[in-house]
């Protein structure tokens, strides 16, 4: 295998790997429920996005034919990530979850006296 | 574009089953396409009686113009959000915002919500169920406008132009 195709896919490993921890981070660490949907949704699309593109180049430079699998996975990945995302945000709103205080806009779904002072507790001192 | 017939309602979703049925086989053999073929008639004429009218697809350039954007802006948005929440001296503004809809088919507004949740800081949280707006929940915000400007224009209006004129 060429050097610069071994050095592509280890950096797009390395990439996906990073994006991949800081999307779990945020979804440890953020402040509250709404907040750490983020997390999940966008920077672990992206990096798993990456692993498996490096997948594919790593197969294709192995077997000598390209293969698109790895696309579909991403492409369903695609697809489900912000369903699943949506419904966790609209069941999070139908439940009333608190949000953090400084979250501005005042949606119907959540009234100003259901809201609590402080944001969801959480065991670590998150810095938000 | 192939013209719907009453054995196949729905040619580009037939046709869409086959190639995702080629690819998960990994192989291009004569029975593949038989199975495939068939399985891709069978299922649109076994389900499409659950679905909604479908659209149909006005403008396929900008379709894929609109797709390539999307994932262009899936890469920023990830930078972003990765900055966000990596960096220890941020200061989030968390918002929630009432985005008004122009789109009316059901169709097109599942693909602006999952367009939305997919880039920069948004995650479409609540569509109402006159389904005239859509609740967004976005991580740090400065300018509410801005960013309904910016979904307006980059996303719903092009959605709007390739699937309801």
Known sequence: MPVIIEALISLLLVAGGIFVFIGSLGMAHLRDFYMRLHGPTKATTLGIGCMLIASMAYFWSVDGKPDAQELLITLFLFITAPVSAHLLAKSGLHLRLKHAVKTQGHPIELRAEEVGEKPVPHPDKGHG | MIAPRSWLPTPVLSILLLVVWLLLVR????????????????????????????????????????????????????????YLIANPWRKLKPHFIEYP?????RFTITLLASTISLTPGTVSANLRMDGKSLLIHALNVDDEEALINQIRERYERPLKEIYEC
């Open chain 2, 27 to 82: 192989s291009y053999a004569f029975g593949q396409f038989v199975l495939g073929g068939s399985l891709a008639i069978l299922i649109p004429l076994l389900t499409h009686r659950f679905w909604d009218a479908r659209p149909l697809i006005g403008k396929p350039f900008m379709l894929l113009r609109f797709i390539f954007r999307v994932l262009g802006d899936i890469i920023t948005a990830n930078f972003e959000v990765a």
């Open chain 2, 101 to 105: 809809l122009m789109l009316e088919e």
